[in-house]
């Protein structure tokens, strides 16, 4: 009996490293592209970033009170610009770009 089962073991075990042959990959000549995009390098930004201050006028999840208020502002104040920034559920009007704190509490 035992013998049996070693026979059986042994002729599995023969079959399973016998198995040799060629493997073909079909794939679609898009993929090597779309492969050799993804791995571009993407420089870094460039612009020149300095830190600064903005006057936070105003935040309201309403886009449309958030526009209103920017016009408000930029007929008073023309020369300043002026950004409006979402993070969610909000937006956010802020003015300015000012190097110092007190530049920015002057507006």
Do not use: C, H, M
């Not at 105003?58 to 020369?79: K, M, V």
């Not at 002026?82 to 770009?97: H, I, R, S």
Request: no cysteine.
């Amino acid at each position: 009996k035992t013998l049996l089962i070693l026979i059986a073991i042994l002729s599995f075990s023969g079959l399973s490293y016998s198995q040799t042959g060629d493997i073909q990959i079909k794939k679609d000549a898009r993929i090597n592209a779309l492969v050799a995009k993804q791995s571009e390098v993407v420089p870094p930004d460039t612009k020149t970033k300095i830190k600064g201050y903005r006057v936070q006028l105003y935040f309201d999840s309403d886009r449309g009170t958030i526009n209103n208020a920017r016009s408000r502002f930029i007929a008073q104040y023309p020369r300043v610009d002026t950004y409006v920034e979402y993070n969610a559920p909000n937006y956010y009007l802020k003015v300015g770009d000012f190097r110092t704190r007190l530049e920015a509490e002057k507006i």
